[in-house]
């Protein structure tokens, strides 16, 4: 089973000593909430962003949004042969069920991610398709590895720098067994390097092309490759 971890997700609600300038103020206004009820989002409030701290990692929901719809209802998904966690830059996990049908629309989105952030899952009442927990990264890891009982699992980081891999080289890497565990962290921030806390926790270091590619592109390139390795896009349509 492949699991994907999308890493320091630039996923958070407006921090509180920016939520009183006035173009804060002012999309609160038009979006008729609190300042601090609104997602960070460097679009809408990029001058402010300037004041914080690590400003050029945070504010792109968009890098979240685009990578899960890149993931979700792939025929591997389908399958319930992948998982999909976000680990946010506060440290929290948030689980995302396999059969959740998130919005094609980015305002849709932010509205849900708003909702989550402030109520911890979503829907707020019944059955949870996102839910956050404050388990570890590292907790997730090891529940990920020994979740099918297994010590063989394979931990993968797509990072720059890491080993040059081809397409056909990530394919002999990766266990045409299922029921071996993949776990890959793909970075779902804008600028800067993995902290050495998260690089750590991943045995292997790829890099999966010359340059720089979106987090999204990443993960399509990870989800396909690994359906073709355990034999998910042959499979499905096979009439026998």
């Not at 630039?10 to 999309?27: D, F, G, N, T, V």
């Not at 038009?30 to 609104?38: A, D, F, H, Q, V």
Request: proline content about 5%.
């Amino acid at each position: 089973m492949l699991h994907i971890v999308l890493l320091d997700c630039a996923l958070e609600l407006m921090p509180r000593e920016i939520s009183s300038l006035k173009q804060i103020q002012k999309h609160a206004t038009r979006r008729g909430k609190k300042p601090t009820e609104l997602l960070l989002d460097q679009t809408h409030h990029g001058q402010s962003m300037t004041k914080l701290s690590r400003s050029e990692r945070r504010g792109r929901p968009d890098i979240t949004f685009l990578s899960l719809l890149s993931i979700l209802e792939t025929p591997l998904c389908k399958e319930g042969l992948l998982s999909v966690h976000l680990h946010l830059q506060d440290g929290r996990i948030v689980e995302v069920r396999q059969d959740v049908r998130l919005p094609r629309n980015y305002d849709r989105f932010a509205g849900l991610m708003e909702q989550l952030l402030l109520k911890g899952r979503v829907p707020p009442q019944g059955e949870a398709l996102l839910k956050i927990n404050e388990s570890s990264l590292e907790d997730l890891i090891l529940k990920l590895k020994l979740k099918a009982g297994s010590y063989n699992a394979k931990t993968l980081l797509a990072v720059e720098g890491g080993l040059q891999t081809t397409v056909e080289s990530l394919g002999n890497l990766l266990p045409q067994d299922s029921s071996i565990p993949v776990i890959v962290g793909v970075g779902a921030f804008p600028h800067g390097p993995f902290p050495d806390e998260i690089v750590s926790l991943f045995e292997t270091h790829l890099e999966l092309d010359r340059e720089v590619m979106m987090a999204w592109h990443v993960c399509a390139e990870l989800v396909w490759t690994y359906s073709m390795t355990i034999g998910v896009i042959k499979t499905r349509y096979s009439f026998t």
